[in-house]
């Protein structure tokens, strides 16, 4: 893989790293954990969506203002708010051939921007208004997702894509959920997830969910510790048994400084660093939803430093304008970052995949490091 500098020469011929621009960025391979499917349209798609199902609720009528609006209405301050705008993309995401376009294009659009490995998750559950069953909505979303991937291959870019399946945690159906999960576990879902409103809805009321798939010796995460702190966090780990925490940023309320000001973690917070529970950060979103106020204040660093599990993620590409690049590029800006930390944060990433380990392995060595490589210089 060759670096390019913004001119479009290739950054190997002038010796040194590579630039630190979005450009090379997006040329780095890189793996993603937590993006949701429905919070990643294109604008263009849910428009054209829109139309194909007769869907009139949307906020705007042309791609760019509908974009916009996304953003804006996301930058709420608020999960709950937030969570609101999820209703347009999920309306037109009800029909098989609405499911295979979307998870078409998720493949598409980050395979473009350089990511190798993703899991994409999405709540079937959802999907269900025109008639489609659990089982069709997973089916055609790993349909699209394998047309994604295989697109890619023919535009010259390699992406493999991991699907997990969401339950809301409002709702009851998350055992129905997980079974599902298990289902599908040989046809490309590898894991299974909670997601919705945090405050209210703690992990502990999806127990029998979580404990299907440890009986199951299957894979899982939960959103936790985002708009809620430290007894969600601890709830998903001690409790329900959680791979990972999708998001887990509030774990910082519970490192503090020390007499002599170095930071001293708490035993939740000390319990996930030993145990090297990965944290799902979106940095971006985070902001949105006012669980931190500012990407340079945003506890990422802090938490890198201390060498916690940190991985870097989208959560909504739509809601919150963004990519994988552009997050990178966000944390480069506001904490220094070199080449050598990006590399680390998606080492971080596929170490906490669920994939196999051997096929971890194989994207870390042959894929990752070879990339990084050629960014060092
Ligand atoms: O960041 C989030 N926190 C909690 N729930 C979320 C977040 N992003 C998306 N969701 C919800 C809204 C989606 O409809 C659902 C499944 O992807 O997951
Ligand atoms: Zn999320």
Known sequence: M????ETGTNATTTGGPAPLDLR???????????DHLDGGLRPSTVVELAADCGYDG?????????????????????LELYLETFAHTVAVMQTAEGLQRVARECAEDLAADGVVYAEVRYAPEQHLEKG????EVVQHTLEGFRQGESAARAAGKQIRVGCL???????????????????????GVVGFDIAGKEAGFPPSRHLD????????NAHFTIHAGEAFGLPSIHEAIAFCGTDRLGHGVRI??????????????????????????????????NVQTGAVASIAEHPFDVLARLRFRVTVNTDNRLMSDTSMSREMKALVDAFGYGWSDLERFTINALKSSFLPFDERLALIDDVVKPGYAVLLG
């Open 2 to 5: 060759a670096a390019v500098d």
């Open 24 to 34: 090379n960025i997006a040329q780095a391979p890189k793996a993603l954990l937590h």
């Open 58 to 78: 949307l906020p705007a009528a042309d791609a760019d203002s509908l974009g916009r609006w996304f953003r804006d209405a996301a930058d709420s301050g608020s």
């Open 132 to 135: 489609l069953t659990l089982d």
């Open 165 to 187: 399946l969401t339950a809301m945690r409002h709702a009851a159906r998350s055992r129905e959920i997980a079974e599902l999960a298990v289902r599908y576990r040989d046809q």
């Open 209 to 216: 969910a979580f404990e299907y798939m440890r009986a199951n």
């Open 252 to 285: 910082v309320d519970d490192i503090h400084p020390g007499d002599d000001g170095t930071p001293q973690l708490g035993r939740l917070a000390a319990f996930v660093r030993d145990k090297r529970i990965p944290l799902e950060l979106c940095p971006s979103s």
